[in-house]
């Protein structure tokens, strides 16, 4: 047994955080599937790991993190990866998880939800699409001179905002508009222990036959 379990799903974007921190650090780790389809994250035994029923979840030793931000900064402390370098470095590496939060978390992710599992084009898409439109402004044109979001090297700040990054085109985007955003996925995708979702949090009959 791994000295670290992640609960989590592959469908999950904040529980691919967690992995790929895991992943890209090195650092071995259980996984524990939570059938968020199935209504798994709302059942006793895993309540008891989160009683707010969300994932990811990480364990390690006595320590339980229920918060998908958490677990980067535990990480960090844990392994010296990926970190700030000084107080202005943190500063900004907590503007980009904000960013994540707050216009990937309630931009693309929230389009990408409503074209291929709710209502598609309407009022609540249009709602979101402009916090979408919004965040892709502020991304974009930062990549244009920047490779990595913060300090010139990879951080928790792109393994925060990669995710659901990659919700572009689900989120009826065309890549082509977004040739820095695409340019600074490929680099991340090129980093020594990069995974899909479902490479580092396996789910047999993930994704559902259509």
Request: proline content about 7%.
């Amino acid at each position: 047994m791994a000295d670290y379990t992640l609960y989590g799903h592959p469908r999950s974007g904040n529980a691919y955080k967690t992995a790929l921190m895991l992943a890209l650090t090195g650092t071995a780790y259980d996984f524990a599937l939570v059938d968020i389809a199935g209504g798994g994250n709302l059942e006793a035994a895993y309540l008891k790991v989160n009683p707010l029923g969300k994932v990811p979840a990480l364990r390690h030793g006595d320590v339980l993190l229920r918060q998908s931000h958490d677990t980067l900064r535990y990480l960090i402390e844990q392994t010296g990866q990926f970190g700030p370098d000084g107080w202005d470095e943190e500063a900004r590496i907590g503007d980009w998880v904000g960013f994540a939060v707050d216009f990937f978390g309630y931009g693309l992710a929230r389009l990408r939800f409503e074209l291929l599992f709710g209502a598609g084009p309407g009022p609540v898409f249009d709602y979101f699409k402009k916090t979408a439109d919004r965040g892709l402004g502020i991304i974009e044109p930062h990549l244009a001179g920047n490779e990595w979001l913060v300090g010139g090297r990879p951080t928790i700040a792109d393994i925060a905002c990669y995710p659901v990054s990659s919700f572009l085109v689900d989120a009826g985007y065309d890549a082509a508009e977004f040739p820095n955003l695409v340019a600074w996925q490929e680099r991340f995708e090129a980093l020594p222990g990069f995974g899909t979702q479902l490479e580092l949090m396996p789910a047999p009959n993930w994704p559902p036959a259509k």
